[in-house]
Every structure is written in structure tokens, then in C-alpha cells.
Nanobody
Framework: QAQLVESGGGLVQPGGSVKLSCIGS????????MGWYRQVPGGQREMVAT???????LFGDSMRGRILIFRDNSKNKVDLEINGLKPEDTGVYYC???????????????WGQGTQVTVSS
């Protein structure tokens, strides 16, 4: 069963950094575009960053300039580093995988359970 498991969230002080990791299952991880999204309290889920199977990156406006995303297909892993954290970055961060349905055996779009990041002093 395809699944994504996030880790690395927690309590971080303003101005600090955090590294979130997402581990995927399945043999076709490398075919997916991987992404990180977040949902802040009272807000909608929004894209933070994505990285394609060709390693092209796309960044959302809310955290642009403060984030790095990279993947290691040999480990079915995608990481997100966030620097200069602000209290308004507090929220649940989700990992997402999406692919062309004709290219993968499993689901073409699925999510992890999310990891909480709280930015507070």
C-alpha cells in the first residue's frame, strides 16, 4: 500500500530552522513529483515547494527564499529545509506525491498524515 510518512516537525523558536523528511513506499517513487504543502490555522492547504522527477523545483510565494527541497530516490525520500521561521509559519506540513496515472501502479495522487511545526518562543 502506497504511503508517505513525514517526520521532523516540532517546536521551533522564531528565526530558527527545521528539516522535514518524507519517506515514501513503493518501487516507483522516482516517477512521482514530490511536494510539501502546509495548512496554517484557519487557512487552506497551500503549496510550499515541489520537486519533479527531473529535479525541477517550484516554490510557493509564502516561503520563497527561506526553503530548500531535495530528494533522494535511492532512499524514497524528500526533504524540506525551512530557515528563518516565523510564528505565522506554524501549521501542519504535508507531503504529497503525484504522477501520471498511466506510469505508476499505485495511486497517482496521495498524501502523508502531516507533521506539526510550531514556531514560538
Amino acid at each position: 500500500q502506497a504511503q508517505l510518512v513525514e517526520s521532523g516537525g516540532g517546536l521551533v523558536q522564531p528565526g530558527g530552522s527545521v528539516k522535514l523528511s518524507c519517506i515514501g513506499s513503493g518501487r516507483t517513487f522516482g516517477l512521482y513529483t514530490m511536494g510539501w504543502y502546509r495548512q496554517v490555522p484557519g487557512g487552506q492547504r497551500e503549496m510550499v515547494a515541489t520537486i519533479t522527477r527531473g529535479f525541477s523545483r517550484l516554490f510557493g510565494d509564502s516561503m520563497r527564499g527561506r526553503i530548500l527541497i531535495f530528494r533522494d530516490n535511492s532512499k524514497n525520500k524528500v526533504d524540506l529545509e525551512i530557515n528563518g521561521l516565523k510564528p505565522e509559519d506554524t501549521g501542519v506540513y504535508y507531503c504529497n506525491a503525484r504522477a501520471n496515472p498511466s506510469e505508476v501502479d499505485g495511486p497517482s495522487n496521495y498524501w502523508g498524515q502531516g507533521t506539526q511545526v510550531t514556531v514560538s518562543s
